[in-house]
Structure formats: C-alpha cells, structure tokens
C-alpha cells in the first residue's frame, strides 16, 4: 500500500457526505437487522448482499468499481481498493459504534476480479477465527493470502511449507477461510491435523473446553512454540 496515502481519511471525506446517509436510512428502515438489509436492501443493479453467517458474516459485492477517482482515471493501482475497505468500516462504525467490525477484501476489479466483494464480519465471528487448539488463523499465511486472493503468498506459503513438512505442498493447497469455519481449508487442516482429529472426535470446539488439555501432547507442544495460543482459548 502506497504509505504517502491516507486511505481512512481519503474514504471518510469520500462517503460522509453522501453514501453515509443513504446507507444510516437503509438501517433504520430495517430497524438494523443486517441478516435483512444484506438480503432485501443490498441487491439491486450496482451491488447484491449475502449473509454467510446469519448475525455474523456478511458479504458486499459492486458490480463494478465505484471509487470516484478510478472512474475519473486518477489511480488505477490495486492498492486504491483499502481506500473502500476504509470506507465500508467507517460506515459500519457509524451505524453501529458500539460493535466491532472486521472488513476484509475478498476480490476486485483492479485486482483482476470480475466484481469487487468485501466480506464483513463482526467481533463474535472474529473469535471464531482462533483455530481449535487457539493459533490464530487470521495471522496464517494460508488464511491471508485466501482472503486477499494473494497468489504471490500462495506461491511463498506453498514453498516454505513444503520444506517445513517435506511434502509437495502446491499453491493451489494454500486455500484456507479459517480451521472451524465453514469452507475452504488446507488439506493439513481438513484431514492431517491430529489436534482437529481429536476435538471432532471428542465433539469439542477447542481444545480449552477438554479436561486433558494440559497434559496433551499435541497441543501442548503449540503452546510451547505459542503461548499466546493458549491465552486465546482461556479468554
């Protein structure tokens, strides 16, 4: 990202004065049901809603780009799409200001994608993004370059793991949208990891609800290189 940009002030400046209200109309209209507004309000010929996960994960797709300074050939770079992301987290702070909002690009038009989409989550969907034994997913490269459809990381994430494992890890592997979320997930992930093994067998969510925790080997061993993780689980 181009550091000499300001892209939280540029998109503030860009949306306070006018798409700001139009969508602080669109919520009140629905009483700030956004299982609603992302179903019945957000589809219409220039952008569509989704709920991914009802009351918790969202997504925003413009069918094309609708940054004022791409249409008029000011910037073209890619880099130009946090100026959006910006945007769309000011607007969720201003709706709501007492929630917390994660807003992640997905894909866009000056990325190479044929729609730009954002995916909108709130602060109980991002708890969900500590993996079963309390690593971080949204700090794993697999997860990232997913969400930012980074094939630059996917390549880099692929080789290095591929030394670390000594396996044949490809860059198609590295797809992961979060170990208990629904979607995508790295074959190590969805089928290798014993620590997931065993909480699916043990019908736990994480590791911090089982009583052996502690003395685990497996997981343990995280918490040792992790600590970090264990604190995750315990919060």
Not at 87 to 116: A, W
Not at 162 to 183: D, F, Q, T, V, Y
Request: contains cysteine; glycine residues 4%; aromatic residues 6%.
């Amino acid at each position: 990202m181009n550091k000499e940009i300001n892209y939280r002030e540029e998109a503030i400046e860009c949306v306070k004065d006018s798409v700001l209200p139009m969508h602080k109309r669109i919520y009140d209209n629905y009483n700030g049901d956004f299982d609603r507004i992302y179903t019945e309000a957000y589809n219409n010929n220039s952008y569509t809603g989704e709920v991914i996960v009802p009351g918790e994960v969202y997504e925003l797709s413009y069918l094309e780009c609708s940054c004022p300074k791409v249409k008029c050939g000011m910037r073209s770079c890619p880099e130009q799409c946090e100026c959006s992301r910006q945007s769309i987290l000011f607007i969720l702070s201003q709706l709501e200001p007492n929630s917390k909002f994660d807003v992640q690009i997905v894909n866009t038009i000056l990325r190479g994608g044929d729609r730009c989409t954002f995916r909108i989550s709130r602060a109980a969907e991002m708890k969900r993004l500590i993996g079963i034994c309390g690593l971080d997913c949204e700090k794993c490269d697999a997860y990232i370059a997913t969400k930012n459809n980074d094939q630059s990381l996917r390549e880099k994430t692929a080789k290095l793991w591929s030394e670390l494992n000594h396996a044949s890890i490809l860059p198609e592997h590295i797809n992961c949208e979060g170990c208990r979320m629904n979607g995508a997930k790295t074959v190590f992930c969805s089928s290798l990891c014993e620590i997931r093994k065993c909480a699916v067998t043990k019908k736990m969510e994480t590791c911090g609800s089982c009583p052996e925790k502690d003395c685990c080997p497996k997981v343990t061993a995280i918490w040792q290189n992790n600590p970090q993780a264990k604190e995750n689980l315990l919060k």
